[in-house]
């Protein structure tokens, strides 16, 4: 069992549709990451939330901070083709001697068709 | 683009050989990660380090072991490969808090 749970794992829409992925845990995180990463390539930051109820928007991405901060969302608005990638979030743990612990979701396989 | 160079990129190894992958960085962060990466599964943690000599366990540790003798260097270990191994290795590093990770371009290790 991940401590990240995200969902969906697989994620197929047409170009123009409305998305949302989620990252649920049963713990508490100081920060959550939103990573995109591409085949043959490591994981690109997108952002970093870090206070409870944080909304972040990057043009057509809004991601959401939990006000627990025990979860995470990341909605796309009018998907584009651009869009297709694998979609993974990261947390690093609150309190504890793990601090710098930095640990990942099973991530969203998106495909976006033209 | 950050500097972190993994290295060997490609491996193919015989079960129960010894296998260690490289991750050097240039830019003085102080965390190092090592991560598997499989289908379904995200980025699974093996280890990871918060300074020289200073290493900790992560989800998936059993059968790697890892050293960091200085700062720049992160070593794992696969002291008696098995197939259950065979995955793409990524090494992370980051400064303290919330700062970003900076991956490798990844090891592709094959175990047969």
């Known amino acids: 069992t991940q401590l990240l749970e995200q969902s969906p794992q697989f994620l197929s829409i047409q170009e123009g549709e409305n998305l949302t992925v989620y990252c649920n845990s049963s713990s508490v995180f100081s920060s959550l990451q939103w990573y995109r990463q591409e085949p043959g390539e490591g994981p690109v930051l997108l952002v970093t939330v870090v206070t409870g109820g944080e909304v972040k928007k990057l043009k057509r991405l809004t991601f959401q901070f939990g006000d627990a901060r025990k979860d995470s969302s990341l909605h796309i608005t009018a998907a584009q083709t651009g869009d297709t990638g694998l979609y993974l979030c990261?947390?690093?743990?609150?309190?504890?001697?793990?601090?710098?612990?930095?640990?990942f979701g099973q991530g969203t396989i998106l495909t976006v068709h033209p | 683009d950050a500097g972190i160079t993994q290295s060997p990129r490609h491996k193919v190894t015989e079960t129960g050989t010894p296998v260690t992958l490289r991750c050097h960085q240039t830019?003085?962060?102080?965390?190092m990660y090592w991560y598997r990466q499989d289908p379904g599964h995200g980025l699974r943690l093996i280890h990871y380090s918060y300074g020289v000599k200073d290493t900790d366990k992560g989800e998936v540790s059993d059968g790697y072991s890892v050293s960091r003798s200085k700062t720049e260097d992160f070593l794992l270990t696969l002291e008696s490969a098995t197939s259950s191994q065979t995955s793409v290795y990524f090494c992370?590093?980051?400064?303290?808090?919330?700062?970003?990770?900076?991956f490798g371009q990844g090891t592709r290790l094959t175990v047969v």
């Open positions: 830019e003085n962060h102080r965390y």
């Open positions: 992370a590093i980051s400064e303290v808090g919330y700062t970003e990770a900076f």
């Open positions: 990261a947390g690093r743990r609150a309190g504890g001697t793990s601090y710098g612990k930095l640990t």
